[in-house]
T-cell receptor, first 115, second 117 residues
Framework: AQTVTQSQPEMSVQEAETVTLSCTYDTSESDYYLFWYKQPPSRQMILVIR??????QNATENRFSVNFQKAAKSFSLKISDSQLGDAAMYFCAYRRLQGAQKLVFGQGTRLTINP | DAGVIQSPRHEVTEMGQEVTLRCKPI?????LFWYRQTMMRGLELLIYFNNNVPIDDSGMPEDRFSAKMPNASFSTLKIQPSEPRDSAVYFCASILRRGQTSPYGYTFGSGTRLTVV
């Protein structure tokens, strides 16, 4: 079974600085998707960024980028120029490419932005 | 599109009562998922449907939980009888699946916060 691990329960960063959230996963499959979701206090789950495992290029969405290391099974999220609105729980998630489409989530990292 | 719509947003009920949570997926989406979020267990999949058919219900805690999807635009998750340990946030999510896969992320509803006292 696939597992996702986020080893940082909490992180904090100064506004306008850069922060990196860590995620590792375990799978025997070669093709899959990885995601980062943001959950603000409103509890809405918001998709931040997605990475296809068969793509070597790291995904980027504005201030958000990932460092995908397939061999190491690592998938970190970098947030540049942190803003107060980035404060939230962040979840790393895995999904198979074929077959079952369920998402497997990590335990989450609570990110605090200090003004 | 209004997104995935869940109701109610909050539910407080007494132990032993029946609780029904509702979900309307995004129009055109053909896979629907029910997740439960708790502090202790995080986000865990309860059940998911493809084209209204339950595919995997291995995450349903016990017989007190049941889920239905009578048509493509509506699903329910029922707990009968409810217990205090069922207190959690319940999310519904939908996705457009083409063939054996989907390149998309899920769209989640806003969740239902259930409190059983």
């Amino acid at each position: 079974a696939q597992t996702v691990t986020q080893s940082q329960p909490e992180m904090s960063v100064q506004e306008a600085e850069t922060v990196t959230l860590s995620c590792t996963y375990d799978t025997s499959e070669s093709d899959y998707y990885l995601f980062w979701y943001k959950q603000p206090p409103s509890r809405q789950m918001i998709l931040v960024i997605r990475q296809e495992a068969y793509k070597q290029q790291n995904a980027t969405e504005n201030r958000f980028s990932v460092n995908f290391q397939k061999a190491a099974k690592s998938f970190s999220l970098k947030i540049s120029d942190s803003q107060l609105g980035d404060a939230a729980m962040y979840f790393c998630a895995y999904r198979r490419l074929q077959g079952a489409q369920k998402l497997v989530f990590g335990q989450g990292t609570r990110l605090t932005i200090n003004p | 599109d209004a997104g995935v719509i869940q109701s109610p947003r909050h539910e407080v009920t007494e132990m032993g009562q029946e609780v029904t949570l509702r979900c309307k997926p995004i129009s055109g989406h053909n896979s629907l998922f029910w997740y439960r979020q708790t502090m202790m267990r995080g986000l865990e999949l309860l059940i998911y449907f493809n084209n209204n058919v339950p595919i995997d219900d291995s995450g349903m805690p016990e017989d007190r939980f049941s889920a239905k999807m009578p048509n493509a635009s509506f699903s329910t998750l029922k707990i009968q009888p409810s217990e205090p340990r069922d207190s959690a946030v319940y999310f519904c999510a939908s996705i457009l699946r083409r063939g054996q896969t989907s390149p998309y992320g899920y769209t989640f509803g806003s969740g239902t916060r259930l409190t059983v006292v």
